[in-house]
T-cell receptor, first 115, second 113 residues
Framework: NAGVMQNPRHLVRRRGQEARLRCSPM?????VYWYRQLPEEGLKFMVY????????ESGMPKERFSAEFPKEGPSILRIQQVVRGDSAAYFC?????????????FGQGTRLTVV | QQQVKQSPQSLIVQKGGISIINCAYE??????FPWYQQFPGKGPALLIA?????SEKKEGRFTISFNKSAKQFSLHIMDSQPGDSATYFC????????????FGTGTKLQVIP
């Protein structure tokens, strides 16, 4: 049973380009969470999705960021018109149920560098 | 507003020593407190977790102590080993909700031989 798969592992984008980050949850998991980790900081919650639904996007910047988790395929975190401040590690986690004490398994992250 | 404060930011411990990391939280709605271990280039992995109805939980060399009245909890790593060198995050969440975890800022632990 493969773990949470994220790709790409590293992504370099020029300012103004779009970044697409993909996350395939563990088999059987239908709850996906995205977190952002800035250098030397902890992870910050961005968004929680279930299949085809955004449940909580309270941590997402209001502009340029969007997320989806379609019925088929991976969850996508999309950042439009990237700026240098978007450079960070983006982690996806998945869980089998939504409970706050249910273990969520993290992927290895996508390290986005904006040049 | 940072809801989970963690200290120290970095820690150097000799092999065989005890590593201690402290955290404090503000939101009294939190009722689940996990600790995560993260190696360079990897995602965080759940290490051990505690609920506030117990004051201590031990798993192998790792122990969480919890003080509900002070809203503080700590991780003790006994007999620290070089393989324990990693960044440790305390965290908090609400079990009645979903996996919206609030993380501390992390402690970079280095265990030297």
């Amino acid at each position: 049973n493969a773990g949470v798969m994220q790709n790409p592992r590293h992504l370099v984008r020029r300012r103004g380009q779009e970044a697409r980050l993909r996350c395939s949850p563990m088999k059987g998991h239908s709850h996906v969470y995205w977190y952002r980790q800035l250098p030397e900081e902890g992870l910050k919650f961005m968004v929680y999705l279930q299949k085809e639904n955004i449940i909580d996007e309270s941590g997402m910047p209001k502009e340029r960021f969007s997320a989806e988790f379609p019925k088929e395929g991976p969850s996508i975190l999309r950042i439009q018109q990237v700026v240098r401040g978007d450079s960070a590690a983006y982690f996806c986690a998945s869980s089998s149920s939504p409970g706050g004490n249910t273990e969520a398994f993290f992927g290895q992250g996508t390290r986005l560098t904006v040049v | 507003q940072q809801q989970v404060k963690q200290s120290p930011q970095s820690l150097i411990v000799q092999k065989g020593g005890i590593s201690i990391i402290n955290c404090a939280y503000e939101n009294t709605a939190f009722d689940y407190f996990p600790w995560y271990q993260q190696f360079p280039g990897k995602g965080p992995a759940l290490l051990i977790a505690i609920r506030p109805d117990v004051s201590e939980k031990k798993e192998g060399r790792f122990t969480i102590s919890f003080n509900k009245s002070a809203k503080q909890f700590s991780l003790h790593i006994m007999d620290s080993q070089p393989g324990d060198s990693a960044t440790y995050f305390c965290a908090a969440s609400i079990t009645g909700g979903y996996q919206k975890v609030t993380f501390g800022t992390g402690t970079k632990l280095q265990v030297i031989p």
